[in-house]
C-alpha cells in the first residue's frame, strides 16, 4: 500500500480510524446527539458561521445537487473553471433546470466582473461556485464572487469548499454564502463518504418555499433534525466519530496554525516545481494552497515518472484529471502533513527526477 | 460503551473495523477498481441476481428515493405496514408524484391480494414493498407480492431489503424484482453510510427514458460507472473495505448457515418471549427471522427493564419506533451474532426480569 498525496481522498491517520472503530451506537438516541454536537462550534469556527452544520451521509455530489434542487426557483449561474465546476453545470441541466454559465478555461479563474456582466442579464436567482478547483489547483477570488453575488438582492450563492475547508479561512456569514459545503475526505483527512454543510436563513426560507423538494437532500429536513443534533436519515456513525477527533486534533493545532501549516507545505511544492522548471497551471494570485497542480513540460514522462515514485518510494500523486489528464500532474499537501513528510515526498520525487 | 441488540445499526466486530483501517486508496484507479469488483459475485449470491450492484454513498432512504425518482413516470403503489413503509408513501408524496397505497395496521402484513386489487384499478407503473419492516418486525409475503406485481405488465417492483438482506434468502431474479435495495448496518453488520442495489434491464430502461434525473442518484450514472466497476460519486472507500471483509466472512460461513444461523437465533429470542409471556407484535407466518417484536404487556415498565439492562449488562435493545414506541420493544438478531451470545443476552435479560 502507498501514501496518497492525491487531491482526495488523502492519508488517513491511525488515529482517525481507531476513532473509527469506536463501539456502534444507535443513531436516535442521547450519545448520538451528544456526537453530533459535538462536531458544531469546530465546524462553525471552520467555516466562519453561527449557523448549525448539516452531516450528510453523501459525498460532496449529493450537497451540490441539493443547492440546485432546494434553492433554483428561477434560473441558475454555474461558474465554470475546471472539470467540477463545469459538471456542475451539467448536473443543472440534468435535473431540467434553467441554467447559464460564465466559461473561463482550465486553468484561470473566475472574474468577479464576469460574474457581475453576467447576472445583470436578469432572471438568475442562484450562483455556485467552487471555491478552489480541484481539477486545476485554482483558487478563485471567493470575496470577490460574493461581494459581487450579494449586490443583487434574491441572489442565492452556493460555494463548494471541499478541497479549501480547515485549509484556508472561510468566513460564510461575514461574506453572505447562502450555503458552505464541504466533503471530508479532503483537508479533514477523513475517508470519503461524508459531507458538511451550513445553510443561511435566507437559504432555508428560500428552501420551504421549493415544491417538490424530495426528502433525502431536503434542507428543511436537515434544518429540523439539526434542532436536536441529529439527521434525516440514519448517519455514517463511524466517519462522524473520525470528524469528531480530527476536529479535536484541529482544535489542539490552532486553526491559525492549521492554516498557516497548509500554505508553508504548499510553498515547499511549488519551491521544488521552480527547482525542477514545472510550471503552475493556475495564474499567480489564484493558486491553491492545498494542492498544486503543474504543467507537464514537453517530453517528460510523466506517467513513468509517476509509477516509479509509487513503485520506488510507495508515494502516490496524480496525473492530471479530465480533459488535462496527462497534461498536468497534481501534488496534494492537504490534511496532516508536515514539514517533515513533505520534505520525504521531495526527495522522492527529487530521486526518481534523478 | 454497550452492544447493540437494536435493529440497526448493530455490533460491528473488531475484524471489520480492522478491515476497514486499510490505508485509504484513490477512487479512480485500479485498487479500487479490484475492490468494487471483488464485491460483486457475494452480492449476487445473497441477492440472487446475475444483475451488477450498485455501491450507494448514501443511507438507504436516498435509493428509495431514488427509486421513485428513476422509475416512476406514471404512478406509485406504496404498500404500508410500518413506520418505515409508511414514510415511502409520504416522501412519494413530498416529491409531487401520483401516489396511493396500500395501508394495513402496523403489525399486519401487507396480503398480495389486497395488492392484486388496487393495481386492478390500473395507472401504476410502480410498486414499492419494504420486505422486512423493521418497525413491527412484520416480514412480507415477498413471493406473493411479487407474482401479483408481475401479473401487471409494465409495473414494476422495487424491494426494501434492509433488514433481510444476508438473513434469508432473496431471488430477485427469480421473482422479477426490479430494484432489490439494502443498508449495510443491518445484518451485515457495517457501520451505516453504504447502501447496494443491484437494478433489472427493465428498470434501467425505464430510467434511461425518464427525464431530470440528476446526478447523484441517476441509475444510469451507477450503470454506466459498474461497467469498469466504479461509482459515479466519490464512494465510502473505508465501508467498502468494511464489506469486502464482511462478505469474506459470509463466504466463509457459507450462505446457507448464515441464514440457518440467523433463525436459530431468532427462535432462541422467541422462545425467550414465550417464557415470559411477551406477545408477538407480528402475526404467525409473517414474523421476521432477524428481529423480533413484542407488545409490552400492561403493566410491564419496559423503559426500567431496557434501562437496567443496558446500565447493569451493557445490552442495548429498542423500545419501539414511531407511533408504537413503548407500546413495542425490539431485539435483534442480526448480523455476527452466535448461540453463545445470544444466550448471553437472554441470560442478561432473565437476570433484569428477575
Known amino acids: 500500500m502507498a501514501k496518497l498525496f492525491i487531491p482526495g481522498p488523502i492519508d488517513v491517520s491511525k488515529e482517525t480510524y481507531c476513532a473509527m472503530s469506536k463501539p456502534m451506537i444507535g443513531h436516535r438516541g442521547k450519545e448520538f446527539e451528544e456526537l453530533y454536537a459535538s462536531t458544531q462550534p469546530m465546524l462553525q469556527k471552520l467555516g466562519g458561521t ?154 432555508l426560507e428560500r428552501a420551504e418555499a421549493m415544491p417538490n423538494r424530495g426528502y433525502y437532500f431536503d434542507f428543511i429536513e436537515f434544518a429540523k433534525n439539526a434542532q436536536t443534533n441529529n439527521t434525516p436519515s440514519t448517519p455514517a456513525i463511524s466517519l462522524i466519530f473520525g470528524l469528531q477527533h480530527i476536529l479535536g486534533v484541529i482544535e489542539a493545532e490552532g486553526v491559525q496554525n492549521r492554516y498557516a501549516r497548509h500554505k508553508a507545505n504548499n510553498a515547499m511544492i511549488h519551491e521544488w516545481g521552480t527547482r525542477h522548471e514545472f510550471k503552475n497551471f493556475a495564474p499567480e494570485g489564484n493558486q491553491s494552497v492545498s494542492l498544486s497542480c503543474f504543467h507537464t513540460p514537453p517530453g517528460f514522462d510523466q506517467a513513468a515518472f509517476i509509477k516509479v515514485l509509487k513503485a520506488k518510494h510507495g508515494f502516490v500523486i496524480n496525473g492530471g484529471y479530465g480533459k488535462i489528464k496527462g497534461l498536468t500532474f497534481r501534488i496534494s499537501n492537504m490534511g496532516n502533513e508536515t514539514r517533515a513528510t513533505m520534505q520525504e515526498l521531495i526527495d522522492a520525487m527529487d530521486d526518481v527526477l534523478g
Chains 1, 2 share one sequence.
Not at 82 to 107: C, H, I, P, R, T
Not at 170 to 175: A, V
Open 50 to 203: 453561527t449557523r448549525p452544520f448539516f452531516l450528510s451521509t453523501s459525498s460532496a455530489w449529493g450537497v451540490m445537487e441539493a443547492s440546485l434542487k432546494n434553492l433554483c426557483a428561477k434560473k441558475v449561474l454555474n461558474l465554470c473553471c475546471g472539470a467540477f465546476s463545469d459538471k456542475w453545470y451539467s448536473v443543472s441541466k440534468s435535473m431540467g433546470l434553467q441554467a447559464d454559465k460564465v466559461q473561463v478555461e482550465w486553468g484561470d479563474a473566475i472574474s468577479p466582473e464576469a460574474v457581475r456582466v453576467k447576472l445583470e442579464e436578469g432572471g438568475y436567482d442562484l450562483v455556485t461556485l467552487i471555491h478552489n478547483e480541484t481539477s486545476t489547483g485554482v483558487m478563485n477570488d471567493l470575496e470577490g464572487i460574493a461581494k459581487v453575488v450579494k449586490s443583487f438582492p434574491g441572489v442565492l450563492l452556493v460555494v463548494d469548499s471541499v478541497s479549501s475547508f480547515s485549509a484556508v479561512p472561510i468566513e460564510m456569514d461575514k461574506l453572505g454564502i447562502d450555503v458552505l459545503l464541504a466533503g471530508v475526505q479532503k483537508a479533514l483527512a477523513l475517508p470519503p463518504g461524508l459531507s458538511v454543510f451550513a445553510c443561511s436563513q435566507q437559504a
